[in-house]
């Protein structure tokens, strides 16, 4: 079984920055691409940043230059460092993650979402 836990989430004024981190646990093989979205109140969840296994990054155009993805294989574990934070950037932050558990089972993980409120 395997578990999925965010933290880092918090409350900052505008300019701030906060680190996000998502740690998967349990068995798991291997670990394919890991990504992060968000989702504001009233608003769709939408990708904000990814990185590939081999570490190639993607970024949403509203965060590039601000917001940085990064991933630790031998953790499980991806991190996403947020700078110069807006207001806009206010919503709840979930982590996606592709994870191999058994030699035949590959499947997409959620978290479990963390608030990020920036204050203007």
């Known amino acids: 079984q395997v578990q999925v836990v965010e933290s880092g989430g918090g409350l900052v004024q505008a300019g701030g920055s906060l680190r996000l981190s998502c740690a998967a646990s349990?068995?798991?093989?291997?670990?394919?691409?890991m990504s992060w979205y968000r989702q504001a109140p009233g608003k769709q969840r939408v990708l904000v940043a990814s990185v590939r296994s081999g570490g190639g990054t993607n970024y949403a155009d509203s965060v590039k230059g601000r917001f940085s993805i990064s991933r630790d294989n031998a953790k499980n574990t991806v991190y996403l460092q947020m700078n110069s934070l807006k207001p806009e950037d206010t919503a709840v932050y979930y982590c996606h993650l592709i994870l191999q558990t058994t030699v035949t089972d590959i499947a997409a993980y959620w978290g479990q979402g963390t608030q990020v409120t920036v204050s203007s």
């Open positions: 349990g068995s798991i093989l291997s670990t394919y691409g």
